[in-house]
């Protein structure tokens, strides 16, 4: 595999399980060895369910079950630390609801925030343009690993190269993809 000055990694379904902060096997072993090797790690993952969930409180819906940006925060400093190294991260906490052809709402005060922004959600690419532009990378030497199509789509948006978590951690190949 080519090498590359930056790893962006999803969370979900690529470092570890749904709402879980223990890494999946084989992960903090691929990053130790990506970070001795030189090679810069960040995160980018789409967190929509705290926007669904403001939006699910805003028509009076019952929202309990989606997490707050602070628990978000709280399972990223989890996820950090079993990683190990000092990871920058990226979320992006807006829901698109297609029925509604709308956003979710914004905390007041907090529309100007990047985890707030519509361009943060993949498969648009904000994310890792902004890691590419804080890491000083150009898209060519850098990679975004993930396991669905908003992934690989926010990757081609950036200009970067793109690899299946399964492929990238040698596991096997989800029955369904
Ligand atoms: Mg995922």
Same mark, same amino acid.
């Given at each position: 595999m080519k090498n590359h000055s930056l790893y962006i990694f999803d969370i979900d379904g690529t470092l570890c399980n749904l709402d879980e902060t223990d !890494? !999946?096997?084989? $992960?903090?072993?691929r990053l130790n060895e !990506?970070? @001795?090797?030189? *090679?810069?790690? *960040?995160i980018a993952t789409n967190q929509g369910g705290v926007g669904f969930g403001l939006y699910r409180k805003s028509k009076g819906k019952p929202f309990d079950e989606f997490p707050t940006e602070q628990e978000v925060l709280d399972r990223l400093a989890g996820i950090l630390h079993n990683i190990g190294h000092q990871v920058p991260f990226k979320a992006a906490?807006?829901?698109?609801? =297609?029925? @509604? =052809?709308?956003?979710? /709402?914004v905390p007041a005060d907090r529309e100007d925030e990047p985890f707030w922004s519509p361009?943060? $959600? =993949?498969? =648009?690419?904000g994310m890792l343009l902004d890691h590419l532009a804080e890491h000083a990378v150009s898209p060519a030497n850098a990679i975004y690993? #993930?396991? $669905? /199509? @908003?992934?690989?789509?926010?990757?081609? *948006?950036? #200009?970067?190269?793109?690899?299946?978590?399964?492929?990238?951690?040698?596991? @096997? $190949? /989800?029955?369904?993809?």
């Amino acid at each position: 595999m080519k090498n590359h000055s930056l790893y962006i990694f999803d969370i979900d379904g690529t470092l570890c399980n749904l709402d879980e902060t223990d !890494l !999946l096997p084989g $992960r903090k072993e691929r990053l130790n060895e !990506l970070v @001795e090797s030189g *090679a810069k790690i *960040a995160i980018a993952t789409n967190q929509g369910g705290v926007g669904f969930g403001l939006y699910r409180k805003s028509k009076g819906k019952p929202f309990d079950e989606f997490p707050t940006e602070q628990e978000v925060l709280d399972r990223l400093a989890g996820i950090l630390h079993n990683i190990g190294h000092q990871v920058p991260f990226k979320a992006a906490f807006r829901y698109y609801m =297609k029925w @509604e =052809k709308a956003w979710s /709402p914004v905390p007041a005060d907090r529309e100007d925030e990047p985890f707030w922004s519509p361009d943060y $959600r =993949k498969p =648009k690419p904000g994310m890792l343009l902004d890691h590419l532009a804080e890491h000083a990378v150009s898209p060519a030497n850098a990679i975004y690993i #993930g396991d $669905r /199509p @908003e992934d690989e789509g926010a990757a081609q *948006a950036a #200009g970067c190269d793109f690899m299946w978590a399964w492929d990238f951690f040698g596991d @096997e $190949r /989800p029955e369904n993809c």
